[in-house]
């Protein structure tokens, strides 16, 4: 699975150092919107992921640029981790329960300053879609969370790719927040429409019917390595310190 390069966004002030405490009032899409109880979900309290839930990627990086490699993902402390390091090694892992078509995901995510050639990133990809940076046979991709900032994690993406394999477009939304703080983003997926949401507010929509996926959507978690992204990094965000992504729950609803 993977994510097209995004355009660069505007140069931002340095974000402060946050706790590493997983803990405080969230304000949900779930509770807000009243989705109801989850039909899956993981809060990361075992010791290790459950294999009948989780696919941990081992192979190339993100357009066969660095590797993602099993031992960048971790669970400690009831948190999901993933590292990437300077050498590009990094990671990402697929929700096997979580292909559908249509449903909701919400999951609360937090993420160190670090250099801007780490995209992190939430998504759902087809189910049939194969490896690559677009899915093989078109499908669409709804990328519900993407930083493709310069290094100091104030500002998430959302983009919905749709269209063929060779001939995709896009539609996208910008939110400024501090992405080194606990945040929750989802995204409902209906016959209707594609909504995003950052702490239960609404930040994208689209009901265009030609935007709509066609068919099985999977969610992925990944931290993808864009080695050529390293330049535009700020100047106060080291390039060469660990990149994290880190996940306190994820959860799955009816549509």
Do not use: N
């Not at 087809?126 to 991709?141: I, L, N, S, T």
């Not at 929750?184 to 265009?208: I, K, L, Q």
């Amino acid at each position: 699975m993977g994510v097209r390069r995004c355009e660069k966004p505007p140069t931002t002030p340095a974000a402060p150092t946050p706790t590493a405490s997983a803990t405080g009032a969230v304000t949900t899409a779930a509770e807000k919107h009243g989705w109801g109880r989850s039909i899956a979900d993981d809060d990361f309290s075992g010791r290790r992921l459950d294999p009948d839930d989780w696919t941990v990627y081992d192979g190339p990086g993100h357009a066969g640029k660095g590797r993602r490699s099993p031992s960048a993902v971790a669970v400690r402390g009831g948190v999901l981790t993933i590292t990437g390091t300077p050498d590009g090694t990094t990671g990402g892992l697929s929700w096997l329960p979580g292909a559908r078509k249509h449903g909701r995901w919400e999951a609360r995510v937090r993420m160190d300053r670090a250099c801007a050639c780490y995209h992190p990133v939430l998504l759902l990809w087809p189910v049939r879609g194969g490896g690559g940076v677009a899915p093989k046979g078109g499908g669409g991709e709804i990328d519900y969370l993407e930083v493709t900032d310069d290094g100091t994690r104030r500002s998430a993406l959302f983009f919905l790719h749709y269209g063929s394999e060779r001939e995709h477009r896009q539609l996208s939304a910008r939110v400024e927040t501090d992405l080194t703080q606990w945040h929750t983003f989802a995204v409902e997926w209906t016959s209707r429409a594609v909504t995003g949401y950052v702490d239960g507010r609404v930040w994208f929509r689209s009901d265009d019917p030609a935007t709509l996926p066609p068919g099985k959507m999977g969610q992925a978690i990944q931290l993808d390595w864009f080695p050529e992204d390293a330049g535009r990094t700020h100047r106060d965000v080291p390039r060469d310190a660990r990149a994290t992504l880190q996940v306190d729950w994820i959860r799955m609803y009816r549509p």
